[in-house]
């Protein structure tokens, strides 16, 4: 299927529409509450309690890395990072991540009295994790592979940039080592684009990259793209989804530019005048998800396309899908683990976040300490609306008999003001209730305002939303000059 224009489709709503619902800034539900609903703390009590419970529950977690460093800042990116090309920071900053590791390992031990840990699947993110000295990533890998339950383990994944001498071989070692997934970060093949946001990594690079043995070493390959990014166009995002379906990648995350230049300044770095206006944006994610399904996609949620032979797609048809801090997955990884600066997780009914400045996360590494900052304990009614607002992210629906039985409540007296509000959204074509079964869906014009939707059932709503960069050690994060120093 060509890229064609949807104008008459009735699936697409009118650019009013989206002035009316997209107007305001409300967070993105990948997690429920929001950050800016957490609370900063000094202590890593409460997080070893939680774990204490998680294990002696004998639930099994999932873990994610985060690695903070990147050689080179992309102008789009929100992610936590710290520019350096210096091997010294990022060895200094890989030794305090897998002593963090160690000490959460052993704490684990402690609390299980067994030699092997359970944990599900493994998430290396960043920044730029593949620059970390391969070394010191063996030295992880064997980390993993002295305490870990091997036959418990699924997934070993990676997010990978195709540049900062990236090849075959590398790749290769990678697989060696226990990786079986991949994540490369393509966010767009146009050279304006790239240039725009100080990102450049062509179609070339990245087909030189994915060779046979590349394709045959790994079980899974994602790739990453941006819309909405400065100098883009219908015909140049057009131009790249194509390319990238020529690659044939196994998932495809197509993610939305958040331009908030007010926290990340290197936002200012491009002309906000080259940004694509807010309609012409969204008929670029229409196109796209249009092009996509046809060429053999299945759309996973929000923004996440997969192959129907893909572990993600199989678990959304089981009803398994879940949706964590690091956007979705299936149904076995449910509670998130995170060591590294800035990493944030879930255990239970609990989120936590780890210290952002790398001096104090150092620091208290060091000190065999837990280096929580931020976290959050969910009351009971926090857990009923996380449900509500994760099967809307997961399968674009509400299940009020379900969440019901689940929790013991009276759907509908308990969400009395949030159903009448959604009438709004009934009338406008964005939601359906099928009375016979009790559900409520999400329709194709809808699928644009699933945040909106999900917004309604946030009793955290008339607070201020914030990004978790705005806090206190957040904020301190962004003087590099001071982080390099330090450290």
């Not at 879940?322 to 009914?349: E, F, H, Q």
Request: aromatic content about 12%; some cysteine; hydrophobic content about 30%.
């Amino acid at each position: 299927m060509i890229f064609g224009s949807h104008n008459n489709s009735k699936a697409f709503p009118e650019k009013k529409e989206f002035e009316k619902f997209l107007k305001d800034r409300i967070p993105f539900y990948n997690l429920y509450p929001t950050q800016s609903n957490w609370k900063d703390v000094k202590e890593d009590k409460n997080y070893i309690k939680e774990l204490e419970n998680l294990y002696k529950s004998e639930i099994i977690p999932s873990l994610y890395l985060h690695f903070p460093f990147c050689p080179k800042q992309c102008y789009f990116c929100h992610c936590y990072t710290v520019i350096s090309k210096k091997e010294d920071h990022y060895r200094q900053i890989t030794k305090s991540i897998t002593d963090e590791l160690i000490n959460l390992f052993n704490l684990i031990k402690k609390i299980t009295g067994k030699k092997k840990i359970k944990i599900n699947n493994i998430h290396f993110g960043g920044g730029t994790p593949t620059v970390i000295p391969m070394d010191l990533f063996s030295e992880i890998m064997q980390i993993f592979k002295s305490n870990l339950d091997e036959e418990t383990l699924q997934e070993i994944a990676i997010e990978v940039d195709p540049r900062n001498g990236m090849d075959e071989k590398k790749l290769l070692k990678y697989s060696e080592l226990g990786i079986n997934r991949i994540s490369i970060g393509v966010q767009d093949f146009d050279d304006n684009v790239q240039l725009a946001v100080n990102r450049i990594n062509s179609f070339e690079m990245i087909n030189g990259l994915l060779t046979k043995k590349v394709r045959e070493s790994f079980r899974s390959i994602n790739f990453d793209f941006i819309y909405g990014l400065p100098k883009q166009t219908k015909e140049s995002i057009k131009r790249t989804a194509e390319k990238i379906v020529e690659l044939n990648p196994d998932r495809i995350h197509c993610l939305n530019l958040e331009h908030r230049p007010d926290v990340y300044k290197h936002q200012k770095a491009y002309k906000e005048t080259d940004l694509p206006e807010m309609y012409n944006k969204m008929e670029m994610y229409q196109e796209t998800t249009e092009f996509l399904e046809s060429s053999g996609y299945e759309r996973i949620g929000l923004h996440k396309f997969a192959k129907p032979t893909d572990l993600l797609s199989k678990y959304k048809k089981l009803n398994k899908l879940y949706r964590n801090p690091n956007g979705y997955s299936p149904g076995w990884t449910y509670n998130m683990l995170a060591v590294g600066p800035s990493s944030t997780g879930k255990i239970g009914d609990y989120y936590f976040q780890n210290i952002y400045s790398l001096d104090d996360y150092k620091s208290t590494v060091s000190k065999n300490k837990i280096p929580v900052i931020r976290e959050k304990k969910w009351s009971i009614e926090d857990g009923i609306r996380h449900k509500v607002i994760m099967d809307l992210l997961s399968y674009e629906k509400i299940y009020p008999k379900k969440v019901a039985e689940q929790f013991n409540i009276n759907f509908e007296k308990y969400f009395h003001r949030e159903l009448l509000n959604l009438n709004e959204f009934i009338e406008d074509g964005y939601l359906e209730f099928k009375k016979d079964i009790e559900e409520y869906t999400v329709t194709a014009r809808g699928s644009h305002f699933i945040n909106n939707i999900c917004h309604v059932f946030d009793s955290y709503s008339d607070l201020q939303y914030a990004s978790h960069r705005e806090f206190k050690d957040g904020v301190k994060s962004f003087d590099r000059s001071r982080v390099l120093k330090e450290i």
